[in-house]
């Protein structure tokens, strides 16, 4: 009597089921990294500009990098805010395909602004300290003689 085949052999089967599960988490990775990075990113850099030196203007404090411009700051943060709440909503609903997919793509346009925004501050505080003369403000000396009239 000869065995009868149903298929594929225990040791076929589990390793075809391996390699699709790697498969399968290879695309997670792929899919799921770029979400995961913002949440990281955007979380830091909300909390480094916190955390640095604060100048007050017009009432409010803003970091010194955007000292001169504060709505700079503010539609740093926002943008920040969204691509956090985008990747993360993208993390909790997987199975969803179109909210998915536009807070995938919210969450990318907001960080890529997030990041134009601190490129373009940190650009014009370079350039406006690079092609600014240094204003030295020289006071005058007053020398004062003491003289005895006696």
């Known amino acids: 009597m000869k065995p009868v085949s149903c298929g594929l052999s225990l040791q076929e089967s589990i390793k ?15 899919a799921l990294f770029p979400m995961k990075s913002i949440v990281y990113i955007s979380s830091a850099a909300a909390t480094f500009f916190m955390v640095l030196p604060h100048e007050m203007v017009d009432g409010n404090p803003v970091p010194a990098l955007f000292k001169d411009r504060p709505t700079a700051y503010h539609m740093f943060l926002v943008s ?24 995938r793509v919210y969450a990318m346009a907001s960080m890529v602004s997030a990041l134009a925004i601190v490129l373009y501050a ?5 350039f406006e300290s ?10 005058e000396k007053k020398i004062i003689y ?3 009239n006696s």
């Open 80 to 103: 920040a805010l969204l691509a956090f709440t985008g990747s993360f909503s993208t993390l909790l609903i997987q199975n969803k395909s179109r909210i998915e997919i536009f807070c």
């Open 146 to 148: 003491l003289s005895s």
């Open 16 to 30: 075809s089921e391996l390699s699709l599960s790697k498969k399968a988490w290879l695309l997670d990775f792929i």
């Open 130 to 139: 690079a092609f600014q003369p240094d204003q030295l403000v020289v006071k």
């Open 122 to 126: 940190t650009a014009l505080a370079g």
